[in-house]
């Protein structure tokens, strides 16, 4: 073990001393990419259709449903975007004999 800021890092884990960045992507970004963003373009999406609704022109009503039809596409690749790296990551560990890749996704799924 090696102290390194006051804070102890495992070189023997397989996350060889990277436990603590992978904590938090999984722990911090993860599930905010994959709760807060799509909750903001679903209010996005809302205020756009009141503009439609009040709005009368068509044409400009036709842009804005584009948009919200992108934008509600969007909420949805970014909330699985999380479930499916996180499938992969598991898988790769499972389907390889690369001693490497095995501690990385031992690492990924279970960080000391």
């Excluded at 804070?7 to 994959?34: H, L, T, W």
């Excluded at 009368?56 to 036709?62: C, G, L, R």
Aim: glycine residues 4%.
């Amino acid at each position: 073990m090696i102290q390194i800021l006051d804070s102890v890092v495992n070189v023997e884990s397989a996350c060889y001393g990277f436990d603590f960045i992978v904590r938090i992507i999984k722990d911090g970004i993860f599930p905010i990419m994959q709760i807060v963003i799509p909750i903001i373009l679903v209010v996005l999406c809302t205020l756009d259709l009141g503009r439609a609704v009040i709005g009368s022109d068509d044409k400009e009503n036709k842009k804005i449903l584009k948009r919200i039809v992108r934008r509600l596409v969007y909420a949805i690749l970014i909330f699985f975007f999380v479930t499916v790296i996180n499938l992969i990551f598991t898988m790769v560990g499972n389907i390889t004999e690369n001693e490497a890749l095995i501690r990385w996704s031992q690492c990924w799924n279970n960080p000391m």
